[in-house]
């Protein structure tokens, strides 16, 4: 048996080597066949030419769906491109070093070498044709509000925006929208008047504005644009990582420990503390059995099984011990499934770094427009959660589960030296952030904390 899994071992390595040589080649046929659909676009419907969301030809749904098809497109042809020069960095390609060693290469290696830069030049020349150059000054936001309002759409320099066109995932490219609302300089101003005073000002202003409707339109268009990208991220931050570390331990980790795992060699308890818990387990049934028999009961088994109390003994040892061999390699197969799911969890932030921000925009919008006592009462319920008189007993359960869950000792010098050491830092935290920002920000929500938190 071990034999054949490693033959297997040795197939699949060889298998993903050799998908690995091929990834540059792969790569940039991808990318040349996003840049062919692209120009087939162009050649069709609009006789050669760049495609233009402007365009007097077709009608506006029309424009729409090729400019969606373009942005995938091109972001295609740019993830593979990408793709293509990493991997280019590990893989030996043949077009890399045709000109270094020519006398080691055939004619067809230089054929290969050949088409490869013409498929590099087709790209990069469909590529150019929708890359705008790098603005040397900054970008200018175009508000879809009132200059108070909370939110604007950032105007990309050369691009233009086309009026009365509904706000949706089509025709509005997550790249070139930055949300700026009162939650990102709300902790930085300062005024004379009081903020409500401004922002009534402002409201009366923006009912008397003839075109309010039409930005109150646009502002709803937006805000629920931007709710829909952070329900999407979070539920992607949630989901992603629970399915990668479920799957990965029942059908990678799961049967490579089950088969790799040998209780002989390994040992069946992986720390002290599950050995301690066997034996008062092993002993428990012992005792138990030794009073039943000075009472007089027979054992709950069948008159033709009965057996010596020895015998009884040496089956509940054995099942004890299955049992903890199961508990020991289950401990082993959480360490490598949790991994697996951290690093799933690293690739959604690093792969929605512009869904992060708006979900940051929208997390800030919704916990600073709640009202001053809503948020004395969350303040108030994390602060007795985590540093509260009776926090210390859930960090010494938290501390005790999650390393039992690792398989690891409960160390009670470190867990007591944690509980008397970051719950303080936490609640450190918590007073500067109220005294530094929530202060500033709202003093009456501030006021009614201390109120609730005095009764």
């Known amino acids: 048996m071990s034999q054949s899994f490693f033959n ?8 993903a080597n050799r998908w690995l040589l091929q990834t540059p080649e792969r790569a940039l046929d991808q990318a040349y066949e996003a840049a062919l659909s692209i120009k087939a676009i162009e050649d069709q419907h609009f006789n050669g030419e760049k495609i233009s969301a402007n365009s007097p030809q077709h009608s506006e749904n029309v424009l729409n769906f090729f400019q969606s098809e373009l942005k995938k497109n091109l972001k295609l042809a740019d993830i593979r491109l990408t793709e293509f020069r990493a991997s280019r960095v590990v893989v030996d390609s043949t077009n890399s070093t045709l000109y270094n060693r020519p006398a080691n290469y055939s004619l067809r290696d230089r054929e290969k070498a050949e088409a490869t830069l013409e498929k590099l030049r087709f790209v990069d020349s469909i590529l150019a044709r929708y890359t705008e150059p790098k603005p040397s000054t900054s970008k200018a936001l175009i508000p879809i509000s009132q200059p108070n309002g909370s939110t604007y759409i950032t105007q990309i320099p050369g691009k233009s925006v086309r009026p009365n066109v509904p706000l949706t995932a089509t025709n509005i490219d997550l790249s070139e929208i930055q949300f700026n609302g009162d939650d990102n300089s709300i902790l930085d101003k300062t005024g004379v ?10 409201r009366i202003k923006r009912d008397l504005d003839p075109n309010s409707e039409e930005q109150v339109v646009q502002t709803f268009r937006v805000s629920k644009f931007k709710t829909l990208i952070s329900i999407r991220l979070i539920l992607l931050l949630i989901i992603v990582p629970l399915l990668v570390q479920q799957l990965s331990k029942t059908f990678l980790v799961g049967p490579l420990v089950d088969r790799l795992w040998a209780p ?4 069946i308890f992986l720390n002290f503390e599950l050995e301690e818990e066997a034996l008062q387990e092993f ?13 007089g009961k027979a054992p709950a088994i069948a008159e033709a099984e009965a057996k010596t109390d020895e015998e009884l003994l040496q089956e509940k040892a054995q099942e004890i011990a299955a049992s903890y061999t199961q508990t020991s390699a289950n401990a082993v197969k959480n ?5 697996l ?3 799933a969890f690293a690739i959604v932030l690093i792969t929605n770094r512009r869904g992060l921000e708006i ?7 919704t916990v600073y427009g709640l009202s001053d006592s809503a948020k004395a009462f969350i303040i108030i319920l994390f602060t007795d959660i985590f540093v509260g008189f009776h926090s210390p007993h859930g960090w010494e359960v938290l501390l005790e589960g999650l390393a039992k869950h690792f398989g690891l000792p409960a160390n009670r010098e470190f867990i007591f030296l944690f509980i008397a050491t970051f719950p303080v830092i936490l609640d450190t935290i918590f007073k500067y952030w109220i005294f530094r920002y929530l202060n500033r920000i709202s003093p009456s929500a501030v006021a009614t904390y201390k109120n609730m938190n005095e009764t």
């Open 335 to 339: 360490v490598f499934s949790d991994a």
């Open 8 to 15: 297997g071992l040795g197939r699949s390595l060889r298998s």
């Open 341 to 343: 799911s951290v690093v």
């Open 359 to 365: 979900l940051k925009s929208f997390i800030d919008e």
């Open 283 to 295: 002993n428990t049934f012992r005792e138990r059995l030794e009073f039943d028999r000075l009472l």
């Open 193 to 202: 008047l009081p903020r409500s005073i401004l922002g009534t000002l402002g």
């Open 264 to 267: 002989s060699q390994t040992g």
